[in-house]
C-alpha cells in the first residue's frame, strides 16, 4: 500500500469522476503546477493505483435495455475446471462482467441484452450451456448510482 497524502486522494476523486482531464486542469484544480501534477499522476501509475482509464458507455443509448445479475453454481458433477468455465463464459460478448465469489453462488456475472427477449436467448443459448454450470439465479438491474468508492 503506497501512503497517500490529501492532495493525491484529492487527484483521484478527480480523475475517477472525470478521467479525461488533462495535469494541467488538474493541477489548476488542487493548486499544483501541471509537471507536479503530472509526476503525481505517474506515481500512482506506476504504483499500481491508478489501473487504467476508461470510458464509460450508455449501454441504452447502444440498444442494449436491459442488464442482469447472474449468480451461477457449478455442478459437482464432471468437475469442470474454473478456468475453463472463466474462459468459456469470458468469450460470451453480452457478458460484461465475471467475478468469483463466496457465498451461495461460485460466479456472479454481469451481462446486457437488448431486451428480456435477447437476454433469455442469451441465457438459454450461452450461459446455460456452458461446461459445469449447475443452478443459476437472475436478478434485472432496475437502476444504478455509480460510487467511486473511498478514497
Do not use: C, H
Not at 486542469?25 to 476508461?54: C, E, F, M, Y
Not at 447502444?62 to 474454473?82: D, E, I, N, P, Q
Not at 438459454?124 to 467511486?148: C, I, K, Q
Request: proline residues 4%.
Amino acid at each position: 500500500m503506497i501512503d497517500l497524502d490529501k492532495t493525491d486522494r484529492a487527484l483521484l476523486r478527480a480523475l475517477a469522476a472525470d478521467a479525461t482531464q488533462s495535469a494541467g486542469a488538474l493541477g489548476r484544480l488542487l493548486g499544483l503546477s501541471q509537471p507536479a501534477t503530472w509526476r503525481r499522476i505517474r506515481r500512482l501509475q506506476d504504483n499500481g493505483v491508478i489501473k487504467g482509464r476508461r470510458v464509460d458507455l450508455d449501454p441504452e443509448k447502444l440498444g442494449f435495455g436491459v442488464t442482469v445479475f447472474l449468480g451461477v453454481k457449478l455442478a459437482t458433477r464432471g468437475r469442470v475446471s474454473l478456468e475453463d468455465f472463466e474462459r468459456a463464459v469470458s468469450a460470451i460478448p453480452e457478458v460484461l462482467s465475471v467475478q468469483q465469489v463466496l457465498g451461495l453462488y461460485d460466479y456472479r456475472l454481469r451481462v446486457t441484452a437488448r431486451d428480456i427477449a435477447d437476454f433469455e436467448r442469451v441465457l438459454r443459448r450461452r450461459v446455460m450451456t456452458l461446461p459445469g454450470v449447475g443452478d443459476v439465479e437472475a436478478n434485472v438491474l432496475l437502476s444504478e448510482e455509480r460510487r467511486p468508492g473511498p478514497i
